[in-house]
């Protein structure tokens, strides 16, 4: 495996019992799905774990670090799927700037993970972070790259094929790049209270006074129906893995 990846330069790094690509660009991304369709692999996110299915490689983008831009006029920023949540919020923060949804993650979460793995739109957590993700590339099962959404609150190009990649897991493809909706830093707070208001008798935790964890699937049998729908159609040859593989703990909280 090292040797197939060092042949089209993708650092690898192993541990016990397992090994993980390291992709420093899309191109790179998309390469180490197509060996890994040759070979037969299945690509699956560096959170997660597979019940015994064949032969796996995980794949981080943590070198996929990049803050591409920062546009404070637009409200928007372009970042690669393996910057922090941290990392983002210290950068636009020095434009009195930050991103809600980062209120229910974890500093170290990379923005691509948390994006794979967003519970439903019927959640808080899951709703807000859509409505804050303008747009987004990924790198789909025969390795071509995928561009999808606008650089616009409100857009009206067809069908928001975003949010076929928003929460599947990395069942569909590999997000590479976000572009971010942004908001004032001042803002932060009456903007979560708005949506705490407007989703307090539909959270998960209800009652509880916390919201449910961004690393919940939030996912109903229905919709994991129709995620293993979609992915018979785009991924037919089994190159990332189905949700039904996943552990446990990876499908539900």
Known sequence: MRDRLSAIGVELREETGRATALPASAQEVAAVVR????????VTPHWAELRDSGPSLHLSPERLSEIE??????LTAVV??????????????????????SSFCAP???LGGVIARLPGGWTLEGNLARRYLLALAAVMADGSLLHAGARTVKSVTGYDLKQLLVGSRGTLGVVTSLTLRLESLANRESV???????????????????PARADSSGGADGALLLLERLKRELDPEGVFPYVTDLLPREVRS
């Open 108 to 110: 170290d979460d990379l």
């Open 35 to 42: 060996l890994a369709r040759k070979e037969g692999w299945v």
């Open 192 to 210: 979560l209270e708005r949506y705490r208001r407007d989703f307090e008798r539909m959270a998960p935790a209800a009652g509880s006074g916390q």
């Open 69 to 74: 831009e920062v546009a404070p006029a637009d």
């Open 80 to 101: 690669g799927a393996g910057v922090t949540v941290a990392g983002l919020e210290e950068r636009v923060a020095a434009n009195g700037l930050c991103w809600p949804p």
